[in-house]
């Protein structure tokens, strides 16, 4: 065994993240370790590395006891790990970037020094880009192969990599479990943490589920399917999907009418999408093909170079705000840059864009006693973990985060919801939780605009699907009647 | 609050351990640095203390809530020396007002005019895009201008061979602690020019940290200085709160004329300030941008000031320049805390293990 763990806990202030662990890792394998938000695997992963240590248990690297003080130390010792958010700094090159903090001798151009080194690496790999490039023009998916190169270029045995697809369109998954195999078969150990069964089927040799802090099972992967691991995942059999209205759709609630934008991103090209009370209308699409512009422009934050945006059957003129308090529901798409503070508590998370209602102000002092019964339901209703208001945001898993970016823009009782990647980065019982949720909001009358990367998504929740492509509506499917084949060719503007 | 102590007593422990050497090796004893502690914390030091402490607090809150909107404001001193002239244009132009209005009058001038100054830098900010801290430190020479040009031309006194204004009347001044306890034969703050500025800042702190974590404008104002970007996801006008935010800020720095024209000189002197608004950035950072963290890193500031003073009366060699070398080790030692703090941890956990 490469790598075992033995009896390993951790515990934080609020939680025992990890409660006597132990697992071991096989040299020259594919390990999965998946379990829900918060179910401890990013944490037992991040002791290994040198991030944090743990209280009590011992874990073994090559049959060596060891307890790394850093990332460093554990980066020396041939162990690295791909974080969820990219430590890349988007100006400098790859080239840079890669050599980040081994830079050695500060008289000779680093860059000028070890290319010789990189070459071979670089060059077997089989890249769509240049070592010249610099990061903020690459994709997401670049970016995520040079956080690998990077790795390499430490000569790195294990690579941990943290959500690795959460970011990634269905292609770039393909290519990387390409990557991944393929490093698998020059002798690298590889170890995946992610809540995505179908991946861990796909990709893994053994796989490794945690719940609440504990290992539940430790099977090879070929002795599970889907239903029996979610089961253990999520700790009792997965209920059915709430059941769909089969009402036909209303009034129209939003009508897109040929709106173009000229910003500086994927701008929009004469739009037009239309979307009924009790409809889920889903937007596919590769990203960077106008969603950001899309959702900004309904929410009056992107200026329309022509055609308009009508809301119950009136043009929208009014700031963000009145549109915003005036029947929309906003999930932005970009939890950490457009949707939280992760300095500021839990409940004033909860009250961002709400804050000004009547219930959380009285001339403009702050309702603490309201934000906090606000926050509770919240929670309680979304089942967020931590249960606490005053919990400082940051502290929560990304997918805690996300269910209360979700409840607090449902808890107004919107006629329409914008909802922009509503489960990135969310575990099975959240998704699922979420998806109701919508779903339940549909069954009532709400129109709900969805956009997401995940065709699954997009196929079990929509009326209708329009394929966005290059900032216009590429293809428009019926529920029911698009494959993802379909869908996958409109996308890339095949159809 | 418990990392806040921290890092105030860590920082002035440092700060104090190389002041001593910086005295040693002058060939003074480093013993003097006590002695003038002990001197700045007795009945009358302490006025003094307490009196230095007070354009501190004014200056640190004013920084403290630009920095929450995530702006840095680095014209606090042009903004408390139009704040200051204010107070005077308004006391000479109302000489025959009574008391009770006269001073809520002065304090309300000398919060409008730096508030008008730091409005100023917003609107430039928010509208037309101007970098904060360009904007304020050259609006702190326009100040300048403006305040050399009115004393020396508006309201100079014409028998005083320096560059100062008349006297205002004295239904404008505020008490003294002196004066407040004497008829109780309390001696404590005995002829010190500590007055009751002090208690207006200490009422303003906390006005300021109920605005700021307890209204919904304090709300918007931290949210956009949080991420701009989520501000406007919720709905929020990052250009009002940016506006607000440095009119307030400017609004704090000019109660710094509260003190020193009502409360102590009852002129404004040319140059009196020596460098309160900068020295506003240090206290608070010191203080966490939390107002009552400022007020205890203003006290701190103040004891400084006040023992330097002591320092230079009591040694030959030993300049009152010192406070400044002192200062700057403790605005040097907050901002690097984190890193030596985790360098401490490192040594150690490394011997543990």
């Excluded at chain 1, 060596?64 to 003080?69: G, K």
């Excluded at chain 1, 369109?169 to 170890?191: C, N, S, Y």
């Amino acid at each position: 065994m490469l790598i075992e763990f033995d009896k390993v806990t951790k515990r934080f202030p609020l939680t025992t993240a990890n409660d006597s662990v132990s697992f071991n890792i096989a040299l020259n394998s594919i390990h999965g370790v998946v379990g829900e938000n918060g179910a401890g695997k990013s944490t037992i992963m991040k002791i290994l590395y040198g991030m944090y240590s743990h209280d009590s248990g011992e874990i073994r690297f090559r049959g060596e006891r060891v307890q790394f003080s850093s990332p460093l130390d554990a980066i020396r010792r041939g162990i690295g790990m791909v974080h969820q958010h990219f430590m890349l700094i988007p100006r400098l090159t790859v080239w840079e970037n890669i050599l980040l903090g081994q830079e050695g001798s500060f008289w000779i151009s680093a860059t000028e020094r070890k290319t010789p080194q990189l070459k071979p690496i670089f060059e077997s790999s089989g890249l769509g880009f240049r070592l010249t490039d610099t990061v903020e023009s690459l994709s997401v998916g670049q970016r995520q192969q040079v956080e690998i190169l990077k790795l390499l270029y430490r000569e790195s045995q294990v690579l941990i990599l943290d959500e690795p697809t959460a970011v990634l369109t269905p292609q770039e998954t393909k290519d990387l479990f390409q990557r991944l195999r393929q490093l698998k078969a020059q002798g690298k150990t590889i170890v995946i943490i992610t809540h995505k069964i179908a991946e861990v089927l796909e990709l893994t040799d053994t796989v490794t589920v945690m719940r609440q802090g504990r290992v539940v099972a430790h099977a090879p992967t070929h002795t599970l399917d889907a239903e029996h691991l979610t089961e253990l995942i999520i700790g009792q059999a997965c209920p059915p999907p709430h059941p769909r209205a089969q009402e036909p759709p209303g009034q129209p609630i939003l009508e897109v009418q040929g709106i173009s934008t000229r910003s500086h991103r994927a701008p929009l090209n004469k739009l037009k999408l239309t979307v009924r009370a009790g409809e889920i209308l889903g937007i596919a699409g590769v990203s960077g093909n106008g969603q950001e512009d899309l959702v900004e422009s309904i929410i009056g934050l992107c200026p329309l170079s022509e055609g308009k945006v009508q809301f119950r059957g009136k043009t929208m003129t009014g700031s963000t705000y009145e549109r915003l308090t005036g029947g929309i529901a906003l999930i932005p798409p970009d939890r950490l840059d457009e949707a939280v503070v992760p300095t500021f508590s839990v409940e004033f998370n909860a009250i961002l864009g709400l804050h000004r209602g009547a219930r959380f102000q009285k001339c403009g002092i702050l309702q603490r006693t309201a934000i906090t019964k606000h926050t509770e339901t919240l929670i309680s209703d979304f089942s967020v973990s931590p249960p606490s208001p005053v919990a400082t945001l940051g502290t929560l898993s990304g997918g805690n985060q996300q269910k209360l970016v979700v409840g607090r823009a449902l808890a107004s009782n919107p006629a329409l919801i914008i909802a922009a990647y509503p489960t990135r980065g969310v575990d099975i019982g959240a998704t699922r939780r979420i998806h109701d949720e919508l779903v339940k909001r549909r069954n009532s009358g709400a129109a709900i605009l969805l956009i997401s990367s995940e065709l699954d998504e997009i196929m079990a929740l929509s009326d209708n699907i329009a394929v966005l492509f290059d900032g216009y509506c590429a293809a428009l499917f019926p529920r029911g009647q698009a494959t993802e084949l379909a869908l996958g060719r409109a996308m890339v503007g095949a159809a | 609050m418990k990392s806040l102590a921290f890092s105030l007593s860590f920082a002035c422990t440092l700060a104090l351990a190389v002041a001593a050497a910086i005295i040693w090796f002058s060939g003074e004893s480093p013993l003097a640095l006590w002695e003038a502690l002990r001197a700045s914390l007795s009945s009358e030091g302490l006025g003094y203390t307490l009196f230095y402490a007070t354009p501190f607090v004014f200056t640190g809150l004013s920084v403290a809530v630009s920095f929450h909107c995530g702006l840095f404001n680095i014209g606090a001193e042009g903004q408390l020396y139009m704040g200051t002239l204010a107070v005077i244009a308004t006391a000479t132009a109302l000489p025959h007002l009574p008391p009770g209005l006269a001073i809520p009058l002065g304090i309300l001038a000398a919060g409008l005019g730096g508030a008008s100054w730091g409005c100023l830098a917003g609107m430039l900010k928010a509208w037309r895009g101007s970098h904060e801290v360009i904007v304020t430190i050259l609006l702190n020479f326009v100040a300048y201008s403006i305040v050399d040009y009115s004393i020396l031309y508006l309201y100079r006194d014409p028998v005083s061979q320096s560059p100062e204004t008349l006297k205002i009347p004295g239904t404008f001044s505020l008490n003294t602690f002196d004066e407040l306890l004497s008829p109780f034969s309390v001696s404590l703050f005995r002829s010190t020019p500590a007055n009751l500025s002090l208690v207006l800042g200490i009422i303003v702190a906390l006005a300021v940290g109920f605005f700021l974590f307890r209204t919904r404008w304090g709300f918007e104002l931290r949210t956009v200085g949080a991420n701009a970007r989520v501000a406007r996801f919720a709905g929020m006008n990052s250009a009002l709160s940016t506006i607000l935010a440095l009119s307030l800020s400017g609004g704090l720095a000019g109660l710094v004329g509260v003190n020193e024209v009502m409360g102590h000189e009852h002129r404004f002197i040319q140059g009196f300030s020596p460098g309160y608004g900068f020295t506003g950035v240090a206290v608070a950072l010191l203080g966490r941008n939390h107002p009552v963290g400022v007020i205890c890193s203003a006290l701190l500031f103040g004891l400084l000031h006040n023992m330097s003073r002591e320092i230079e009366f009591a040694t030959t060699h030993v300049s009152k320049e010192l406070s400044l070398v002192i200062q700057a080790i403790i605005v040097l030692a907050v901002a690097t805390q984190p890193f030596l703090v985790s360098l401490l941890k490192r040594r150690s956990r490394g011997r543990a293990s």
